[in-house]
């Protein structure tokens, strides 16, 4: 059998398909981007003004997509050029950084016209600790989780002590509220704690007692109820809600709406680049949370349907460099990070065709967005530098064993 790792070479998959993604990013950005470029470059007053117009920039977006996408490459680059023992010595040190920055967030932050305050400006710069946190997310818990080592099995020492490290960070993007990020959050966090070796019966109550939880506060948070009863009964009480005198109505059946009407009409073989017409007056964040559904008009099912198989890739490569690890944390640091960029994209995609309530999180190295470009492509960098160091065998395999424990083996598959 031919050696699925060899020492010091990079994933050439994980990496040539992170590149396309991001090359797809640019081709859709320059096609989808043009009315809202127009729209933040036009002179005020101005309805339909034509492009070079006046100042009217049409590529406006695509130019700051591309400058993000370098920032992105760059901290790619250093990402894997870090040696992956370095992230360990710092991540108690990162995580109250980030824990701080999520705080910070609730006091002086901006809600950049969303329902979260989660947004830090400076100087005409935005930053999204929310997005920063996955990071340290993952790397707090996997410095945590290998020092714990059987103790995760206890319920003290492992289930409940998972629960309130998980939960501190957590908390304030509750409170922003981000209902995406701590989504997605929480998927990181049970995934990393499952291939630890956590016991199945904890993880079980782990669920009950989230189901509860989300059962008691998204009736009490407005916009959450609203998105949830219009997502499962989209009738006229529940998307557009009556609401006090002088408050705005909302219309919160509208973005899944123009998505599947932006997905439908692309049929198999789409409208063609630039031909999308949701775009333009009626899919709101088409450049952003919904460029899925906006990319799928254009492009049509055939050609989209390459998008989701390049997050199913990622998700194979990210588990194999996992498998091939050559250490406990740096299996767990893999794990993390794969289930955060594919389990994040999948969510994406589900909202986008009406599988899920709206969520607000991005489509990773694909939507336009300076943090989580940034974030996004220092995961891949990380991924790619624990494949560099993988071994040719099974060194940490993710079965499990009958007792809860994760399998580890030392046999050789070749």
Same mark, same amino acid.
């Given at each position: 059998?031919?050696?699925?790792?060899? *020492?010091?070479? &990079?994933?050439?998959?994980?990496l040539? %398909? &992170?590149?396309?993604?991001?090359v797809?990013?640019?081709?859709?950005?320059?096609?989808?981007?043009?009315p809202?470029?127009? *729209?933040?470059?036009?002179? &005020?007053g101005?309805?339909?003004?034509? @492009?070079?117009e006046?100042?009217?920039? @049409?590529?406006?977006?695509m130019?700051?997509h591309?400058?993000?996408?370098l920032?992105?490459l760059v901290?790619m680059?250093?990402?894997?050029?870090?040696?992956?023992?370095?992230?360990?010595?710092?991540?108690?040190?990162?995580?109250?950084?980030?824990? =701080?920055?999520?705080?910070?967030v609730?006091?002086?932050?901006?809600?950049?016209?969303?329902?979260?305050? =989660? /947004?830090?400006?400076? #100087?005409?710069t935005?930053?999204?600790?929310?997005?920063?946190?996955?990071?340290?997310?993952?790397?707090?818990?996997?410095? /945590?989780?290998?020092?714990?080592?059987?103790d995760l099995?206890?319920?003290?020492?492992g289930?409940?002590?998972? @629960?309130?490290?998980?939960?501190?960070l957590?908390?304030?993007?509750?409170?922003?509220?981000?209902?995406?990020?701590?989504?997605?959050?929480?998927?990181?966090?049970?995934?990393?704690?499952?291939?630890?070796?956590?016991r199945?019966r904890?993880?079980?109550?782990?669920? #009950?007692?989230?189901?509860?939880f &989300?059962l008691v506060?998204v009736?009490?948070?407005?916009?959450?109820k609203y998105?949830?009863?219009?997502?499962?009964?989209?009738?006229v009480?529940?998307c557009?809600?009556?609401? $006090?005198e002088?408050?705005?109505?909302?219309?919160? @059946? /509208?973005?899944?709406?123009?998505? $599947?009407?932006?997905v439908?009409?692309?049929?198999?073989?789409? $409208?063609?680049?630039?031909?999308?017409?949701? $775009?333009?007056y009626w899919?709101?964040? =088409? %450049?952003d949370?919904?460029?899925?559904?906006?990319?799928?008009?254009?492009l049509g099912?055939?050609?989209?349907?390459?998008?989701?198989i #390049?997050?199913?890739?990622?998700?194979?490569?990210?588990l194999?460099?996992a498998?091939?690890?050559?250490?406990?944390?740096?299996?767990?640091?893999a794990?993390g990070?794969? *289930?955060?960029?594919?389990?994040q994209?999948?969510?994406?995609?589900?909202?986008?065709?009406?599988?899920?309530?709206?969520?607000?999180?991005?489509?990773?190295?694909?939507?336009?967005?300076?943090?989580?470009?940034? *974030?996004?492509? =220092?995961a891949?960098?990380?991924?790619?530098?624990?494949?560099?160091?993988?071994?040719?065998?099974?060194?940490?395999?993710?079965?499990?064993?009958r007792?809860?424990?994760?399998?580890t083996s030392?046999?050789?598959?070749?």
């Amino acid at each position: 059998m031919l050696k699925t790792f060899r *020492s010091g070479r &990079v994933d050439m998959v994980l990496l040539v %398909t &992170v590149v396309m993604l991001l090359v797809f990013s640019v081709i859709m950005m320059t096609s989808i981007g043009v009315p809202k470029s127009i *729209s933040l470059t036009k002179p &005020v007053g101005q309805l339909f003004p034509a @492009c070079g117009e006046d100042g009217v920039d @049409c590529f406006f977006l695509m130019r700051r997509h591309m400058f993000r996408i370098l920032a992105g490459l760059v901290a790619m680059f250093f990402a894997f050029r870090i040696p992956v023992k370095f992230w360990k010595k710092i991540a108690v040190g990162i995580f109250f950084l980030t824990l =701080a920055m999520l705080f910070g967030v609730l006091i002086l932050g901006s809600t950049s016209n969303t329902f979260a305050r =989660a /947004w830090l400006v400076f #100087a005409n710069t935005s930053i999204q600790p929310a997005e920063i946190a996955k990071l340290a997310l993952v790397f707090y818990l996997a410095t /945590w989780m290998e020092r714990r080592g059987r103790d995760l099995l206890d319920f003290k020492n492992g289930f409940l002590s998972f @629960c309130l490290v998980t939960g501190t960070l957590i908390f304030p993007v509750i409170l922003q509220p981000d209902f995406g990020s701590t989504l997605v959050y929480a998927t990181i966090a049970t995934s990393i704690y499952f291939v630890a070796g956590a016991r199945l019966r904890h993880i079980t109550v782990g669920l #009950a007692v989230v189901a509860v939880f &989300v059962l008691v506060v998204v009736p009490s948070v407005p916009y959450l109820k609203y998105r949830f009863t219009s997502f499962l009964n989209p009738s006229v009480e529940n998307c557009q809600p009556e609401v $006090k005198e002088g408050e705005q109505r909302r219309n919160y @059946c /509208w973005q899944t709406e123009q998505a $599947k009407i932006a997905v439908g009409s692309g049929g198999f073989f789409g $409208k063609g680049l630039t031909q999308g017409i949701q $775009k333009a007056y009626w899919l709101p964040q =088409a %450049t952003d949370d919904f460029i899925f559904a906006a990319s799928a008009e254009e492009l049509g099912f055939i050609r989209i349907i390459f998008i989701v198989i #390049a997050y199913v890739v990622i998700a194979h490569r990210g588990l194999l460099i996992a498998q091939h690890a050559p250490d406990r944390f740096e299996q767990l640091v893999a794990v993390g990070l794969t *289930s955060w960029l594919t389990i994040q994209a999948f969510i994406n995609i589900m909202v986008n065709i009406g599988l899920m309530p709206v969520t607000g999180i991005t489509l990773p190295f694909v939507s336009y967005g300076g943090t989580s470009m940034v *974030s996004t492509l =220092a995961a891949a960098g990380i991924l790619l530098q624990i494949s560099r160091s993988a071994t040719p065998y099974y060194a940490n395999s993710l079965y499990r064993r009958r007792n809860g424990g994760t399998y580890t083996s030392q046999h050789r598959s070749y």
